[in-house]
T-cell receptor
Framework: AQKVTQAQTEISVVEKEDVTLDCVYETRDTTYYLFWYKQPPSGELVFLIRRNSFDEQNEISGRYSWNFQKSTSSFNFTITASQVVDSAVYFCALSEVYTGANSKLTFGKGITLSVRP | DGGITQSPKYLFRKEGQNVTLSCEQNLNHDAMYWYRQDPGQGLRLIYYSQIVNDFQKGDIAEGYSVSREKKESFPLTVTSAQKNPTAFYLC?????????????FGEGSRLTVL
């Protein structure tokens, strides 16, 4: 069975601090995808990134960066110089990949990030 | 603008009543999903549909029913058999066979059973 663990439940930082959100996953599949989603107070989840299991390169997008390490089954997310607008719930997710079919996501329980001015 | 529309945003119902949540998408996506979100529990999959007139149970399908008569629409009925229906419900969609799991979400429907 697939599982995603986000051990941190709530994180509070002061604006401009860097913050890392941890994600550890379990799967027996050799091919899979990992995701991060952001859920602002409005409720809808917003896609941030997808990483496939064969690509361990770190990714940077503006103030966001992701570190994928298969050796530790982790896919951590770092926000540099955090801003109040980063306040949200962040979900890590793992997808099963079936040939010729759509995939399903298994979500972690989410991390509530509060960025104080 | 393309997207997913869920309605109603807030819904109150008495215990024992069935309620139907609407989900419409104009993204021309083949697959649609219903997730339930409870505080501190993350998102759990209720039902999903990969194609019109076909759907599969997710991890917590008991007490729920769905239909997929049109590509754009995937309504969810919360029946009286659902023991703890108060929750935040999210509908999502994704592309067809090339899909790699990226989901597009609606803004959710918050159901409160009194």
């Amino acid at each position: 069975a697939q599982k995603v663990t986000q051990a941190q439940t709530e994180i509070s930082v002061v604006e401009k601090e860097d913050v890392t959100l941890d994600c550890v996953y379990e799967t027996r599949d050799t091919t899979y995808y990992l995701f991060w989603y952001k859920q602002p107070p409005s409720g809808e989840l917003v896609f941030l990134i997808r990483r496939n299991s064969f690509d361990e390169q770190n990714e940077i997008s503006g103030r966001y960066s992701w570190n994928f390490q298969k050796s530790t089954s982790s896919f951590n997310f770092t926000i540099t110089a955090s801003q109040v607008v980063d306040s949200a719930v962040y979900f890590c997710a793992l997808s099963e990949v079936y040939t010729g079919a759509n995939s399903k996501l298994t979500f972690g329980k989410g991390i509530t990030l509060s960025v104080r001015p | 603008d393309g997207g997913i529309t869920q309605s109603p945003k807030y819904l109150f119902r008495k215990e024992g009543q069935n309620v139907t949540l609407s989900c419409e998408q104009n993204l021309n996506h083949d697959a649609m999903y219903w997730y339930r979100q409870d505080p501190g529990q993350g998102l759990r999959l209720i039902y999903y549909s990969q194609i019109v007139n076909d759907f599969q149970k997710g991890d917590i399908a008991e007490g729920y029913s769905v239909s997929r008569e049109k590509k754009e629409s995937f309504p969810l009925t919360v029946t009286s058999a659902q023991k703890n229906p108060t929750a935040f419900y999210l509908c999502a969609s994704s592309r067809g066979t090339e899909n790699t799991g990226e989901l597009f979400f609606g803004e959710g429907s918050r159901l409160t059973v009194l």
